[in-house]
């Protein structure tokens, strides 16, 4: 809560030879070649003609949008984005900059094996746009026994591949559940510092007192998992696909992949977490009320209960990226009808927090105001507590600027649409030479070949990076077949696509390039995923 180029402008409108084509275009007839059908929404092409130039640039791998924890991008202000659900974006997005491209650059010369290096390999999933998706966080430092530390609805998201994350621990509710091996560090620093409050408690246990210290760890992370399931129920329910859950070092993360459509709903997602943290804490409450208070298991259910009381608070305070931080934005959301309004005001309230948290936390401790006696604290004390009060100051602002920045990208994400940033493509058939294919493209100002059969039904794509590592002298004894790469149901999109609805068909069967069909099954041309991205990051520059 991230680029490559393509190799050249995505391809512009309609040109004449569609106004001249009668159905489907034949392989042979260079001036009916172009699977290009008329369209309304992108000017006529003014370079038809034009003399073809080199095209000096390729797909070049770079990494996914998603954002990483670092210093994050400031909002914009009070009256900065209007809306991070960006519904209809006219007219200035990274599609329409992209036509106005097209428009007067020439189509590039297929021939030429560009200066950059080569397009990266079909097989790779690293082509596309990460998709945007909200994290409800539980964070979960140190359990307190020293109170200082502390699509269809019922479904999962559709995906090409399982997310990873850690060790598979089970699929409640079809969700994949990870445990991060951060998680087994942490498991260890709460079984020592447990430990140590065990054997002041409960001397007579000796070493057992690991074994005890160790169960309290899991035990707790239990309970971070039912906060978590929260999240997931409430999510499903609304019809929010949820793409795993994640136990890591300071707690968990429920990866929810879809914006809530209200406001209530935003209110409804964010509090269940902590709502179920409190139950948890009253339950733990009860059952010691039916123990020895200086017994095991009275200090394992003293303990549970602080820590889920402890859980409850903290994800409670309004900032993001806590739960708290998204009911303030689903508040501030309500009252200014402004999703983007929201997300910046709790994620500068969120900032504040982690200033808050990083000199207030330290301070609390020393003056034992935190149920410590002051006269106790040693100087390790006093080191652990600064690092635990900065590690939890640095996930809170990040998170926040995190936020601001999914907002951001959703905001721009329908400026993404596959009919804008499709190239026109020319039907070939399996036999033809690579030389002559090529000649066809360029004179039709094509930037793709689609091999299809004696019947014109497509059948494969000829990989951009394949033309480029055919030495040209070798060309015309090289079958396009020999570098085709054959469609699958997933490689073949529609052209009315866009936003995320685009993205998720792309991740789902990650390549380089997919083929765009209308709904009548015609031929619209070929997208190439490097073009998707260059428009994507485009986009992400240009100001809300």
């Known amino acids: ?65 998603d954002p990483s924890p670092g210093a994050p991008e400031d909002p914009e202000g009070p009256e900065g984005p209007a809306d991070d ?31 950059s ?48 994350g850690g060790l598979l621990m089970g699929r409640p509710f079809g969700v994949p ?55 997931t129920v409430a999510a499903l329910r609304f019809g929010l696909p949820v793409r795993r859950i994640q136990l890591q070092f300071f707690g968990g993360v429920s990866e929810i992949e879809k914006e809530s459509e209200t406001p209530g709903r935003e209110f409804v997602l964010a509090f269940v977490g902590p709502l179920l943290s409190l139950i948890l804490g009253g339950l733990f409450y009860l059952a010691l009320q039916a123990v020895e208070p200086g017994t095991v298991p009275g200090v394992l259910l003293a303990g549970l209960m602080i820590s889920n009381l402890i859980v409850a608070a903290f ?14 934005r689903a508040v501030v959301w309500k009252i200014t009808g402004k999703p983007m309004s929201g997300t910046i005001a709790a994620a500068w309230v969120g900032r504040a927090l ?25 100087g390790m004390d006093t080191v652990m507590d600064a690092l635990l009060a900065a590690i939890l100051a640095a996930i809170i602002w990040t998170g926040a600027g995190n936020s601001l920045r999914m907002a951001r990208l959703r905001e721009h994400l329908p400026e993404l649409r596959a009919r804008a940033l499709t190239r026109r493509a020319v039907p070939v058939e399996t036999d033809t030479p690579l030389s002559e294919a090529l000649r066809r ?4 100002g094509a930037r793709a070949l689609v091999v299809v059969d004696p019947d014109g039904e ?14 040209e002298h070798r060309r015309p004894w090289v079958a396009v077949s020999g570098l085709a790469q054959d469609l699958t149901d997933g490689m073949r999109v529609s052209a009315e696509l866009a936003g995320e609805d685009l993205l998720d068909a792309l991740r789902a069967a990650p390549a380089t390039e997919y083929l765009v069909v209308e709904d009548s099954g015609e031929i619209y041309g070929v997208l190439s995923a490097a073009d998707v991205e260059k428009a994507f990051v485009k986009a992400m520059a240009r100001p809300s």
């Open 441 to 444: 493209a360029n004179d039709a």
């Open 177 to 231: 559940v990870y445990v991060a091996p951060s998680w087994f560090l942490v498991a260890a620093l709460i079984t020592w510092v447990f430990g140590g409050q065990l054997d002041r408690v409960l001397p007579e246990l000796g070493m057992t007192r690991y074994l005890v210290s160790l169960f309290f760890a899991v035990a707790f992370y239990a309970s971070v998992l039912v906060h978590e399931l929260a999240h």
């Open 315 to 328: 994800n409670l305070l309004p900032g993001l990226p806590l739960d708290g931080g998204r009911m303030l």
């Open 1 to 65: 809560m991230d680029e490559s180029g393509g190799s050249g402008q995505p391809r512009s409108g309609t040109d004449e030879a569609d106004e001249r084509r009668a159905g489907r275009p034949r392989p042979g007839d260079p001036a009916t070649s172009t699977a290009r059908p008329h369209s309304d929404e992108e000017p006529h092409d003014t370079d038809a003609q034009s003399t073809p130039e080199p095209e000096t640039d390729t797909a070049a791998a770079a990494g996914h949008p």
């Open 354 to 378: 982690a200033i808050s948290v990083l000199v207030g936390l330290p301070l609390l401790t020393q003056s034992g105001a935190l149920g410590t006696d002051a006269a106790d604290i040693g």
């Open 117 to 164: 290096p080569s397009a990266p390999d079909p097989r790779s999933d690293d082509h596309t746009p990460a998709h945007p998706h909200d994290v409800h966080r539980s964070e979960a430092h140190t359990p307190p026994a020293k109170p200082k530390s502390g699509r269809k609805r019922g479904s999962s998201s559709r995906r090409g591949k399982e997310p990873g």
């Open 85 to 115: 659900q960006a519904a209809g974006a006219a007219g200035s997005g990274a599609a329409g900059a992209a036509g106005e491209e097209r428009a007067d650059a020439p189509p590039a010369d297929l021939r030429k094996a560009p200066t």
């Open 458 to 471: 497509p059948l494969s794509l000829v990989r951009e990076a394949a033309i480029v590592g055919v030495p």
